[in-house]
């Protein structure tokens, strides 16, 4: 099965005035092309900076990313822009969206800034919103939406222009027990039927379900843990 992403030996230390504060130490770590893999772990323990590295956010020190083939480690800034543009969707804990556009502007900008035709993009826009539930409120803006509904709007806009990966970064973390199950399944769902690989850092316990490989991160390295198998 083909290899998405690899990850090399990568360390990330940062300077805290005059102390050195290691994020990541040593980790190495591959995913296979559409799988959901969980990135557990403490607040702290590196999930973050290991997402932000893999997409081309942050620079490890040390170490190298592959993502697709290239060498993000490698890559000027102006190519990891179109590598995050093109091949990479980020799924923040926050959300995101634009306050001022409704569901269907915020997934159609994303589409835009891709340079997809007006045509194509209304037909995307409406298939990812449909994708993942929310046909009823395409129109309705981030306000009127619940936390919920808000994460599947920044969800449909990751998948919108097609990514190889989607990057998710503590998802479920501002969301009830029972809604952030829904989103569970619904990036279960997305990884079967789109094919997507997907990569979610959490401390969620609940997501041990629906990935098919759970990885243990502390203190910045990888613990040797049990695969799930979905």
């Given amino acids: 099965m083909e290899t998405i992403i690899q990850v090399e030996n990568v360390s990330r230390v940062y300077h805290v005035g005059a102390r050195k ?7 190495s770590l591959a995913m296979a092309a559409g799988k959901l893999v ?3 772990g403490r607040s702290g323990s590196g999930k973050t900076t290991l997402l932000n590295c ?3 956010l942050d620079q490890p020190n040390s170490g190298r990313i592959w993502v697709g083939g290239e060498e993000v480690t490698k890559l000027s800034e102006p190519r990891r822009v ?3 543009r093109r091949q990479i969707g980020f799924v923040f804990q926050s959300h995101a969206l634009l306050p001022t556009y409704s569901a269907r502007e915020n997934v159609d900008l994303m ?3 891709a340079s997809v035709p007006r045509q194509e993009r209304r037909a995307r826009t409406e298939e990812v919103l449909q994708l993942v539930g929310l046909s009823k409120w395409m129109d309705h803006r981030p306000y009127e939406l619940s936390g919920g509904q808000q994460q599947r709007v920044a969800i449909a806009r990751a998948i919108a222009t097609r990514p190889t990966i989607i990057l998710a970064d503590e998802p479920t973390g501002e969301l009830d027990t029972a809604t952030g199950q829904q989103i569970l399944q619904l990036f279960r769902h997305i990884a ?4 997507t690989t997907i990569l979610i850092a959490t401390h969620d316990l609940a997501v041990d379900a629906f990935a098919d490989e759970v990885v243990h991160l502390q203190d ?3 613990i040797p843990s049990l695969a799930s198998a979905h």
Avoid: H, S, T
């Fill in 220 to 222: 910045g390295r990888v």
């Fill in 82 to 84: 179109q590598l995050r």
């Fill in 192 to 195: 079967d039927v789109e094919g």
């Fill in 54 to 56: 893999i997409g081309g």
């Fill in 21 to 27: 504060v290691p994020a990541l130490q040593d980790v």
């Fill in 111 to 113: 589409l835009r800034l």
């Fill in 38 to 40: 969980a990135l557990r």
